[in-house]
């Protein structure tokens, strides 16, 4: 029996569980999954974490639950290295594990920074739950919403400004609220190509949220509720929403597997490392390095193909399972859904410079389909 290692139990990490399990025969595999949270995220739902509209253990599944429901095995233990010529992964207080085959998807870690620290957007659920003490008593005024580079989910940003539209106007305070997406790049949903810019444009004009572009956050300076750009330029804030930068997973950094930016390096479209054609990587851990955004919907598709991949090679067979490169991102914007698709076939293929995106438009639907994805998710892959 071959034994599959997988590193991480977020989107890509839990998806993969399933599929193998769902896929191989009997026999076929041993699945260990390890992660050092005893819990499976589900990252969307911190948003509405933040405004109230659900608890904790509403966004979150624990991970044990993988094991009656698909014989994974789960180490609840931290990562501490990964040796692919050894073929071993270490642990803080799992041991070590040997694999045939391992699945990388450790996704990117929040690092806490000086500038976003007290003041950090919802990306972890700690931070959602602090942010759901200041949106209580959030009443308007001038409202900053700021990534630092690099982060989980680039159109997140622009919902939580239109999530803190909604919660305004809802609390009669709209008229005296202003609100501005300071982003870093020079068009907003920029690397999505010119029909969405154009679309999206369009969406912050009608919702009156002005855009501050390239703005790359490196100061803020409390007393005063000014927060700097690399380039000098100040915005004054009375509430601020800053996503905090992002990192590769220290094990990764570490490791053979990493690319000169410290997360993975695969090669497309198979999602193998160049070097260990048994190692592969999906999600966040490997975005920046293939050139896609951080998505739960990357991580997801990936681990299907990864799979599919990993199974044929058990095999010796082609189950023919291509790798869907498509992204969909529905993002609530209080009354209604803002819904977009994208195609990135092309464009990781080097064929385009831009993926082939469409804008869905603002639909009440999109947001009752962003609620029946979250049921979906946690019944599919935990049951629940
Ligand atoms: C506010 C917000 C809204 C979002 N909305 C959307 C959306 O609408 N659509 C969408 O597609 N995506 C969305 N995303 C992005 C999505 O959540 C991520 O892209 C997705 O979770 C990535 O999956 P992953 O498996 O790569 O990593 P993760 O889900 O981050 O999982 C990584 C796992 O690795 C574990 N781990 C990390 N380091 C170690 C270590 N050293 N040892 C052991 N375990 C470790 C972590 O505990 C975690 O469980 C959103 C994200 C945020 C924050």
Redesign the pocket.
């Known amino acids: 029996m071959k034994r599959v290692v997988i590193?991480?139990?977020?989107?890509?990490?839990?998806?993969a569980a399933r599929r193998l399990s769902r896929w191989s025969l009997p026999g076929e595999v041993e699945v260990v999954l390890?992660?050092?949270?005893p819990?499976?995220?589900?990252?969307?739902d911190?948003?509405w974490v933040m405004t109230g509209l659900r608890e904790p253990d509403e966004a979150r599944r624990p991970?044990s639950l993988l094991t009656p429901r698909y014989g994974t095995r789960v180490v609840q233990?931290?990562?501490?290295a990964i040796d692919p010529d050894a073929r071993r992964v270490d642990?803080d207080s799992g041991g070590s594990f040997e694999y045939d085959y391992l699945i990388v998807?450790?996704?990117?870690?929040v690092r806490d920074d000086p500038v976003s620290h007290g003041l950090e957007?919802?990306?972890?659920l700690d931070f959602?739950m602090d942010a759901r003490k200041r949106v209580a008593g959030f009443e308007g005024g001038r409202v900053v919403v700021s990534p630092m580079e690099t982060?989980?989910?680039p159109?997140?940003p622009f919902?939580?400004a239109f999530m803190l539209r909604y919660l305004a106007e809802q609390r009669g305070v709209l008229d005296k609220t202003s609100l501005t997406v300071a982003y870093p790049a020079a068009r907003p949903m920029q690397s999505f190509g010119p029909l969405m810019v154009a679309g999206f444009g369009g969406f912050l004009e009608q919702y009156g949220i002005a855009f501050e572009p390239d703005f790359h956050l490196a100061g803020n300076d409390r007393e005063a509720k000014v927060l700097r750009s690399a380039d000098g330029r100040e915005l004054p804030y009375d509430f601020a929403m800053l996503v905090p930068p992002h990192e590769p997973?220290?094990?990764v950094r570490s490791s053979p597997l990493a690319a000169d930016s410290g997360y993975m390096d695969v090669v497309l479209p198979s999602m193998a490392s160049p070097r260990y054609p048994n190692a592969y990587g999906?999600?966040?851990?490997v975005?920046p390095t293939i050139g896609l955004g951080?998505?739960?919907?990357?991580?997801?598709l990936q681990?299907e193909h990864v799979v599919s991949r990993i199974l044929d090679d058990v095999r010796g067979a082609y189950m023919g399972e291509l790798y869907n490169m498509v992204?969909?991102?529905?993002?609530d914007a209080g009354y209604m859904g803002v819904g977009v698709w994208c195609d990135f076939t092309d464009k990781l293929a080097g064929r385009a410079t831009d993926p082939d995106c469409r804008m869905l438009g603002g639909m009440r639907v999109f947001r009752a389909l962003?609620v029946a994805f979250e049921k979906y998710w946690f019944a599919n892959v935990f049951g629940s």
């Not at 390890?34 to 949270?37: H, K, M, P, V």
Request: aromatic fraction near 8%; charged fraction near 15%; glycine fraction near 14%.
């Open positions: 590193l991480g139990g977020g989107s890509g990490g839990a998806a390890i992660d050092r949270s819990w499976h995220d589900y990252r969307p911190y948003l991970l233990a931290a990562v501490t642990t998807a450790l996704g990117a870690v957007a919802p990306w972890e959602a982060h989980r989910c159109p997140a919902e939580v997973p220290e094990p999906i999600g966040d851990v975005a951080m998505a739960g919907v990357f991580a997801h681990a992204g969909v991102c529905v993002m962003k």
